[in-house]
């Protein structure tokens, strides 16, 4: 990378590294913690592991719906894996040295990713409203090659949105101090330490962030609000109960996800409340891919039904293993 320093930058002190100060934890509370979120982070992948398995292996789950879902959970298997595994370092460990590009490559993966799932959210909102509210078109409209592109804007998007910012910001200079009040990698804190005027950067990354998180909303909201009007007219109340059942529990991880995300993005001026950032994005990246499974699979009954399928093969081919050598 080429460095452009001004008369007034090129004497300072170039900054080869940075330092993670991580999350501030009293020390008798240190193995406790890190205990939490390593079980936090073991559940997490097993979970979405869980969903991409039966969803491959069983040909009832191999629909849009699923195939959605699975993209949703590899890409939040990534998410999170960028970023838990060196928290749990932190927390054992203390302070983690990490190199320039390093840093600016895992600030860019984090954002990358996450605008992909928030794209990839707002397709499964539309695809909950097609499969509820036009089901006879649904088949037609939600195709194998449909679903593909899909997946791949979302992803070619959150690419695009988040590439400028990171590379631009990693363009400017740093020279001194080179500690992050952060676990991981973050635009803000990066910001933050710039020795440039980085305004003009942290407005394009605001104005991004908006459009990312706010088309998705809007595309979300469009979706459920018109599911529940179509829920309301169902004429079984159980229907009705069940199906309302299902969107309050998305939109539980809707609220968890976006207000996580404004409260650590949505500042114009990301030199600002760099320390309270944590908390929430502990929230986004423990908590949320926690849940994520639990919501959007392992209540449904196909899940269930797959999962029973699969134990009770599992005991045949014991019972069977065991019988083998008797006769």
């Known amino acids: 990378m080429e460095w452009l320093m001004t008369d007034d930058t090129k004497n300072g002190t170039l900054v080869q590294e940075f330092i993670l100060e ?14 939490l979120h390593m079980l936090a982070y073991l559940a997490s ?52 040295k990490i190199p320039f590009m390093a840093c600016f490559s895992q600030a860019f993966v984090v954002l990358f990713l996450g605008a992909a799932v928030f794209f990839l959210m707002a397709v499964l909102s ?6 509820i509210c036009k089901p006879l078109h649904y088949p037609t409209i939600m195709s194998p090659r449909m679903c593909f592109l899909l ?33 991981f990698c973050d635009f803000g804190p990066l910001a933050n330490l710039s020795c440039s005027e980085t305004r003009s950067i942290e407005m394009l990354f605001f104005t991004l962030a908006i459009i990312v998180l706010f088309t998705s909303l809007l595309i979300a909201i469009f979706a459920y609000s018109t599911i529940v009007v179509t829920i309301v007219r169902l004429p079984s109340a159980r229907e009705r109960q069940r199906a309302f059942s299902t969107c309050s529990s998305h939109l539980i991880v809707l609220s968890l996800m976006y207000g996580s995300c ?37 209540r449904n009954k196909q899940v269930h039904q797959a999962l029973r399928d699969a134990l009770s093969r599992v005991q045949l081919h014991r019972y069977q293993s065991r019988k083998a050598p008797l006769s």
């Open 22 to 35: 991580g999350f501030p934890v009293a020390e008798h509370l240190r193995i406790l913690f890190f205990l």
């Open 151 to 183: 997946v791949t804007v979302s992803l070619v998007l959150g690419f695009l949105f988040m590439a400028s910012p990171v590379v631009m910001l990693s363009q400017s200079f740093y020279c001194g101090p080179n500690i992050i009040p952060h676990f």
């Open 262 to 298: 404004v409260f650590i993005y949505l500042k114009p001026k990301q030199r600002s409340r760099v320390d309270t950032n944590r908390e929430a994005v502990l929230v986004n990246m423990v908590v949320t891919p926690l849940l994520n499974p639990v919501i959007y699979t392992l």
């Open 45 to 96: 992948l097993m979970g979405n592991m869980l969903i991409i398995t039966y969803t491959c292996v069983d040909h009832r789950l191999q629909t849009p719906m699923y195939f959605f879902l699975s993209t949703f959970s590899f890409v939040e298997c990534c998410f999170i894996t960028t970023v838990i595994p060196q928290l749990l370092t932190i927390i054992l460990s203390g302070r983690q």
């Open 126 to 131: 539309l695809d909950r409203f097609l499969a």
